[in-house]
């Protein structure tokens, strides 16, 4: 008998449509060729792969791709819009999470939580403001997050020595002061408060000046900043606060620069006798960076008069450029805390001992004034 000639079913088809490129039948491939035809004649060919159904295995040895089966999301692509959802809305709210991970970091939406926290407890009147205008809520969540880009960004503040303030109870931190405006003290609020590992607060002693200025006096309040007097300072130390006292005041503050890193006197030792009486720990501390933010090259006391202020700084920039002026020069600074010394060895009635009290004195402020000279060897460059 001759041999059958095979006819694929959709021969026919293709000849109606006009295909000029003939394809392989399902379940072949074009390799087959003739001898593929000649081995359907000679007997049943084995039953075609059946396609598994949506969201079934596929078959062992075959890829779910061959197969045909839904693959899972890729981890790498995002989430899409929920089913109902509009795309618009889906692409305009994964647009904002951007935006707020660049402007307000990974944590934006603890950010978030914690402000409207702190929206409800000024409007219902859930905080407390002490006896000396301290404003701690207002602190942590407002004037902290204003002073942390100068602090971190602008100054690149390096703290060191932190350790040396107790985790609890009182401490007298005592450090040098420069830079024409009072921007130290409160880097070195800064760096108690972010740094310290039980987070504590660094309560100023400020010169009356400050408390006279409108807004200035109200935000130095909120900061926790009081009177430089015996009797407030001993009620915070008593209280177990940290407390920052500047002995050099405005003669260091308003230093020419060719005096920079030179410590004035320390006045008459008013924050020794206050640490003996209360028996708290005195932390000596040394800044490095404040001096060259403002270079005062000259004083004009015929304007400091006018104005009522101890000086009226002349700088490269100030009163020259006007407002542009005011803005400080990007130092590096240095904030070093020293080893505690303790005064609770000493007798009750040391405090009256004018010797004892100016030894006390002189012994901090010449480890301020060594620690200065050591970490300005240190130092590569002013802006470095």
């Known amino acids: 008998m001759a041999d059958a000639k095979v006819i694929p079913f959709d021969e026919d088809s293709r000849g109606r449509r006009g295909s000029g490129r003939p394809r392989a039948p399902r379940g072949r491939t074009p390799a087959a060729g003739k001898a593929g035809g000649k081995a359907a004649a000679d007997g049943p060919q084995p039953p075609l792969a059946a396609v598994p159904e949506e969201g079934a295995a596929p078959p062992a040895g075959i890829p779910a791709q061959a197969a045909g089966g839904r693959q899972g999301p890729d981890p790498a692509e995002g989430a899409g819009p929920e089913p109902g959802q509009d795309p618009r809305a889906f692409d305009a709210a994964a647009a904002l999470g951007a935006v707020a991970d660049r402007v307000l970091g990974g944590d934006w939406e603890r950010k978030v939580a914690s402000g409207l926290a702190f929206l409800r407890r000024r409007v219902t009147g859930d905080y407390e403001v002490d006896e000396f205008g301290y404003d701690a809520d207002l602190t942590d969540q407002v004037l902290m997050s204003l002073l942390r880009p100068m602090f971190g960004a602008y100054f690149r503040v390096e703290v060191r020595g932190i350790e040396n303030i107790p985790a609890q109870g009182g401490a007298l931190v005592v450090s040098n002061h420069s830079g024409t405006l009072p921007l130290d003290g409160l880097m070195a609020q800064v760096a108690v408060h972010d740094h310290h590992p039980a987070g504590r607060h660094l309560r100023l002693l400020a010169a009356d000046l400050v408390f006279m200025l409108p807004l200035v006096n109200e935000l130095a309040r909120k ?109 590096k600074w240095v904030i070093q805390f020293g080893e505690p010394i303790a005064t609770d060895g000493y007798p009750a009635e040391a405090a009256e001992d004018p010797m004892l009290v100016f030894n006390l004195t002189d012994q901090v402020r010449e480890t301020i004034q060594h620690t200065l000279y050591e970490l300005l060897v240190q130092r590569r460059s002013v802006f470095f």
């Open 223 to 331: 900061l926790g900043h009081t009177l430089a007097c015996s009797e407030d300072a001993e009620t915070l130390l008593g209280r177990g606060e940290v407390v920052g006292v500047m002995p050099e005041g405005f003669k260091g503050l308003g230093k020419p620069f060719a005096d920079r890193y030179k410590l004035q006197r320390f006045g008459r030792g008013g924050f020794v006798a206050t640490a003996l009486k209360t028996k708290v720990p005195i932390v000596p501390c040394s800044v490095v960076g404040a001096e060259e933010i403002y270079p005062m090259i000259g004083n004009s006391r015929t304007m400091a008069r006018l104005l009522g202020v101890p000086y009226f700084p002349l700088t490269p920039t100030f009163p020259w450029l006007g407002p542009a002026g005011l803005v400080p020069l990007p130092t």
